[in-house]
């Protein structure tokens, strides 16, 4: 990536710099997690069983754990790496809940973790080819950052996005290699998860794509498919969509009262359980005005574009 100022009609070059240390990035990741990737802080240098995480961090809306590593180095494995912290991790549960009520002094119980979500995020500065291609399935759940430092303390943090449609577990001959046993219990959605649902009708699909197309062509929105449902996000989920065999459910991530809604579509389940974001409920059918459900998504879109 290449950063430019202007001045005046030309663009001017803004230099890269390097971080001198590892642990530079990590101190700068941990004190900005909710801004840069709407996780939880729980804990630095936390060692399991003679191993060490360099960040623990949970993801309360996907209610599971994130582990972070940093590197500045380009020889090592992600797949190895990543499996073993992924498989110490969900063969040592009790020790991880421990860690976060013992930090946050809360009462997080194992049930409540979703360990399905787990997945490991790599920062470095840089990924090799080797390193890139060695997570390129669809299901890996491991994330790539770079993260590039620019004068004027102008930072950039970009995710590496996987290319490919084939699964891990189609290239594992042994089940039981901790590639093998890990893949078993965490899972990554997808679009086509949701899609593919039994006794789902061509009309429903249809009726997906449309909803998907008009609301990604607002800027930088990022799709995140969730086991229940698909999140819409700018710096949180904005919008759920549940994709359901007769209609579809919105939830517009604002709280009772925030919405301006003329024509009374949307219902209150601020005191309902529900899957997804936000206190507002609309059903999507047939003869649903689709313009007008923009103008109650945009809403929570512009709520989330100004928020700082």
Do not use: C
């Amino acid at each position: 990536m290449k950063l430019f100022k202007i001045k005046g009609n030309q663009l001017t070059d803004i230099s890269t710099t390097s971080f001198k240390l590892e642990k530079d990035i990590q101190t700068l990741i941990e004190n900005n997690l909710e801004s840069v990737f709407g996780i939880q802080f729980v804990k630095t240098e936390l060692t399991i069983k003679s191993f060490r995480i360099d960040t623990l961090a949970f993801d309360k809306e996907n209610k599971s754990f994130v582990i972070i590593e940093y590197k500045k180095d380009l020889k090592f494995s992600i797949i190895d790496q990543g499996y073993t912290y992924l498989s110490l991790l969900l063969n040592n549960k009790s020790d991880f809940i421990l860690e976060y009520n013992e930090t946050l002094n809360t009462q997080l119980k194992r049930d409540d973790v979703d360990w399905s979500q787990s997945k490991v995020i790599f920062i470095s500065p840089s990924f090799s080819d080797y390193q890139k291609h060695s997570v390129n399935f669809k299901d890996v759940p491991f994330e790539l950052w770079e993260i590039k430092k620019f004068e004027n303390d102008l930072i950039s943090l970009t995710q590496h996005k996987v290319s490919s449609n084939e699964s891990i577990s189609t290239t594992i001959e042994d089940n039981e290699t901790v590639v093998g046993k890990v893949s078993r219990e965490v899972k990554l959605y997808t679009e086509e998860y949701h899609l593919e649902k039994k006794n789902l009708t061509n009309d429903i699909k249809e009726r997906y794509y449309n909803l998907r197309e008009r609301i990604t062509t607002l800027n930088d929105v990022e799709i995140i498919p969730r086991q229940l449902y698909i999140g819409f996000k700018l710096k949180s989920n904005f919008v759920d969509v549940e994709i359901r065999p007769k209609d579809i459910k919105l939830y517009i991530n604002m709280k009772i009262g925030e919405l301006d809604d003329p024509k009374g579509i949307s219902r209150d389940v601020s005191n309902q359980g529900h899957w997804g974001n936000g206190d507002y409920e609309i059903r999507i059918t047939e003869n649903t005005d689709l313009d007008y459900i923009m103008f109650l998504i945009n809403q929570s879109y512009n709520k989330q574009l100004n928020k700082k």
